[in-house]
């Protein structure tokens, strides 16, 4: 029996559906409604016509960059495989769809209903009973969140004053850990996170738990007037599935950037971007990967820029001899000064003293963040261990920013 169609939603107009071919199963077809304005595509990489788009054996990226992984995945299939015949990522987009990150929403109907239960973020940050926070969070709002990534997370909705409440989407993502496979990892984001706003890097707001078990990160694709902007991210860019998230430059990203985000925001674009990455090689950050980098745009039509970072935190403190999640210059080993110069300079176009100068606020932002990891060992003394690995990686990043590398003529 054929499945119904999923709708498409391009903020709260209608813009196509998507529907398993009758002739291949496992190909996905996606439909514009006729008439949708061309500003109402569902993305750059997709734009209006009236022929069909299709996708042998799963979604097209832009549809599957959502789809939930991980915990959250394994929760959600748990929970429905049984009831959905032959469950698959149509399925699994078909529940998530109403709540999702960016502006696309899904739903069998052809009105569109979001309204996400609420959820009192103090008492997230201030919880202190022996339950497990988290997995009644997982329980409540697994099918509201439509969001990616393998560390376990939810999107809730902040709770407001009855008279206030107009906002009926999510407001915030909810992040949470195995402490046993990765010790404080909360801190370590949070940690990493005001590194790299100190070092001028556009990051969201993020707040940590007093139990330092759950990390609450703003939505930086929800305007002040409840607006939820377009995100791609460079998965979806380069017409790539998930699993090639980790396949790519960072050069290619660049060429990406300059392809898609406006010409009045492109410099500040390249700038944004080589701080991204060179931060990332400071802090040995190994999961800046493709879809760790996205682009924002009210719709496609109009102004794009890049997102400010997010998922930021020191992967070497988990895998000693961790690399980096593409190549740049054509290795994945943590490169040194001279070849973060040449990067910038290829990137930016800046001279060698604009580029060193990049490089400096790189230091300053990881000096920051080591200042950090220390009050929070001064704040909890278990986490000493934690403070001085970090801090040896973020030392070591320093140093290699700092010191060009030498070469030594081998004697006669």
Same mark, same amino acid.
């Given at each position: 029996m054929k499945k119904p169609p999923l709708h498409v939603f391009a903020g709260s107009r209608l813009a196509g559906s998507l529907t398993h071919s009758d002739r291949e199963l496992d190909t996905i077809l996606f439909d514009y409604r006729q008439g949708t304005r061309t500003e109402d595509a569902v993305s750059v990489t997709t734009p209006v016509r009236a022929d069909q788009y299709d996708s042998m054996a799963g979604l097209l990226p832009i549809f599957e960059m959502n789809l939930p992984e991980g915990v959250l995945k394994d929760r959600l299939r748990l929970q429905f495989a049984k009831t959905i015949p032959e469950f698959d990522d149509l399925d699994l987009l078909s529940i998530v769809g109403a709540s999702q990150i960016g502006r696309l929403r899904y739903a069998h109907q052809e009105q569109l209903s979001e309204n996400v239960p609420t959820q009192d973020l103090a008492e997230i940050l201030t919880y202190k009973g022996s339950a497990d926070l988290f997995a009644y969070l997982l329980e409540r709002f697994a099918t509201y969140s439509g969001i990616s990534g393998m560390q376990p997370k939810v999107l809730v909705r902040e709770i407001a004053l009855p008279e206030k409440i107009t906002q009926r989407g999510a407001t915030h993502i909810v992040k949470s850990f195995d402490p046993r496979e990765f010790p404080e990892l909360a801190a370590n984001e949070l940690v990493c996170t005001r590194g790299a706003a100190a070092a001028g890097i556009e990051t969201a707001r993020a707040q940590m738990s007093e139990n330092r078990r759950v990390l609450i990160v703003d939505r930086f694709d929800l305007t002040e007037d409840g607006v939820y902007l377009g995100t791609e991210d460079f998965c979806v860019l380069n017409g790539r599935r998930a699993h090639g998230r980790y396949d790519g430059s960072y050069e290619n990203i /660049?060429? @990406? &950037? $300059?392809?898609? #985000? $406006?010409?009045?925001?492109? /410099?500040?674009?390249?700038?944004?971007? #080589?701080?991204m990455v060179a931060y990332a090689c400071a802090i040995e950050n190994g999961d800046a990967h493709l879809k760790n980098f996205s682009v924002l745009y009210t719709h496609p039509e109009g102004e794009i820029r890049l997102a400010p970072a997010y998922d930021l935190v020191c992967t070497s403190l988990y895998i000693p001899r961790d690399k980096l999640a593409l190549t740049l210059n054509g290795s994945k080993d943590y490169p040194d000064r001279l070849h973060l110069l040449k990067f910038i300079r290829h990137v930016t176009g800046k001279s060698e003293r604009a580029a060193a100068g990049i490089i400096e606020q790189v230091i300053v932002g990881v000096e920051v963040a080591i200042a950090e990891a220390?009050? !929070? %060992?001064?704040? !909890?003394?278990? /986490? %000493?261990?934690? $403070? /001085?690995?970090? $801090? %040896? #990686?973020?030392? @070591?990043? &320093? %140093?290699?920013l700092s010191e060009p590398k030498t070469t030594h003529r081998a004697s006669a």
């Open positions: /660049a060429k @990406r &950037i $300059t392809d898609y #985000v $406006t010409a009045n925001k492109l /410099a500040a674009a390249r700038e944004q971007f #080589v701080l220390r009050c !929070h %060992a001064r704040r !909890h003394a278990d /986490a %000493a261990e934690f $403070t /001085a690995k970090i $801090t %040896a #990686v973020m030392k @070591r990043g &320093i %140093a290699r």
